[in-house]
């Protein structure tokens, strides 16, 4: 899949973020980037270094999550031959490979304590030693790092250092989520569109319908720019009709195949089954459900039907138009339903 590099979006949260990392750029200053999963963390980095006078030098990156904490300070630091089993020679870490340029440390939160360690050192005196080897070594790397992580609250939970989050945090920028960028995601869902419209060979591009577009609108978007992506660009490759695109999956796993969950197989049980399960009193029996609330018929049903609605929706991932599908509503008697058991907030 073709790298993306771009940094697109308009909505002012957005914009203020970007530029916020714009005037970081030009200070030899360490920058932490936090943001949620799929937010475009390495992407504001690559910007930081871009925009920066390290601009022709490396851009080294690294996951800090992606190796076993055993090789982790190996490969921020390098080591020498013997250091340890399979070490049958020596090998520079990242800082030394981002010498005179930038080391984006993503995944920063899951860094062990001994790391951290070594880490502070690198950014506090421009010094690392190889593992296995008593020599000091200078490096000139300036750090961007990232996460997802609440970092003030593993320094209280003592996870992590708070000398090192004093020096990494000289500046803080902090994407917002796509689910605060409403104005981005049509944007976005265009850009990525049309991209795959030209890799797959469309001589034109036929845009969203407007019931694609409210979908796209109205959706959380968990997973963010990342999500979007996936989303449209299975929409387009599936799309075989004339006319704007209007079919959008957003749950690529949803078929009436897929191997039942635990509570979905209960729910196929056989009716005798089914039957002495309800006479014992399941979780979807009104009754039941509502065993410890109101005792009067209209509040209790009141009350079975706000669980009914809240489950569905969560069950849907808070998709309107597929949860009202699952409950065999209309959009319209749904949203008529939220509104009157006040869920608007929670729906997406």
């Given at each position: 899949?073709e ?16 530029e916020?990392?714009?005037r970081?750029a ?5 920058v ?12 504001v ?5 871009r ?20 090789l ?9 031959a ?12 990242r ?11 993503d995944?920063l939160g ?16 421009g ?17 961007v790092a ?8 593993k ?12 020096r ?9 989520p ?6 981005d ?29 409210d ?9 963010n ?16 009709r ?15 195949y ?13 009716p ?10 399941g979780?979807?029996d ?7 609330g109101?005792s009067?018929?209209?509040s ?9 609605l ?13 949860t ?7 959009y319209?008697q ?7 058991h006040?869920?608007?907030g929670?729906?997406?």
């Amino acid at each position: 899949m073709e790298r993306t590099t771009q940094v697109i979006g308009q909505s002012g949260a957005f914009l203020d973020a970007l530029e916020r990392a714009s005037r970081a750029a030009a200070l030899d200053r360490p920058v932490l980037v936090i943001g949620e999963r799929g937010t475009g963390k390495e992407l504001v980095a690559e910007r930081l270094h871009r925009l920066s006078p390290r601009w022709d030098q490396p851009l080294v990156i690294m996951n800090c999550a992606a190796l076993p904490e055993t090789l982790i300070e190996a490969e921020l630091f390098g080591h020498e031959a013997g250091a340890f089993t399979g070490a049958t020679k020596a090998r520079a870490g990242r800082f030394e490979e981002a010498h005179g340029g930038t080391l984006f440390l993503d995944e920063l939160g899951t860094l062990s304590m001994a790391a951290q360690d070594r880490l502070l050192r690198a950014v506090e005196y421009g010094e690392i030693t190889r593992i296995g080897s008593s020599r000091p070594i200078n490096v000139d790397v300036r750090i961007v790092a990232a996460t997802n992580e609440h970092l003030p609250a593993k320094v209280a939970a003592h996870s992590f250092r708070a000398d090192l989050l004093d020096r990494l945090s000289f500046e803080v920028v902090t994407l917002p989520p796509l689910r605060a960028r409403k104005g981005d995601v049509m944007v976005l869902a265009d850009h990525f569109g049309r991209r795959m419209a030209s890799e797959i060979g469309w001589a034109d591009w036929p845009g969203f319908g407007a019931e694609a577009t409210d979908a796209l609108i109205e959706y959380g978007w968990p997973g963010n720019v990342r999500e979007l992506r996936n989303v449209i660009e299975r929409a387009v490759y599936r799309w075989e009709r004339e006319g704007p695109i209007d079919g959008i999956e957003f749950d690529p796993f949803k078929s009436p195949y897929r191997p039942a969950t635990r509570g979905e197989a209960d729910r196929a049980a056989p009716p005798a089954a089914a039957a002495v399960e309800h006479d014992q009193g399941g979780e979807d029996d009104p009754v039941t459900a509502c065993e410890e609330g109101p005792s009067d018929f209209k509040s209790r049903v009141s009350r079975f039907e706000h669980q009914l609605l809240k489950r569905a929706l969560s069950e849907n991932r808070f998709n309107q138009r597929a949860t009202a599908e699952a409950l065999g509503l209309t959009y319209d008697q749904l949203r008529h339903a939220l509104r009157r058991h006040d869920l608007l907030g929670g729906a997406n």
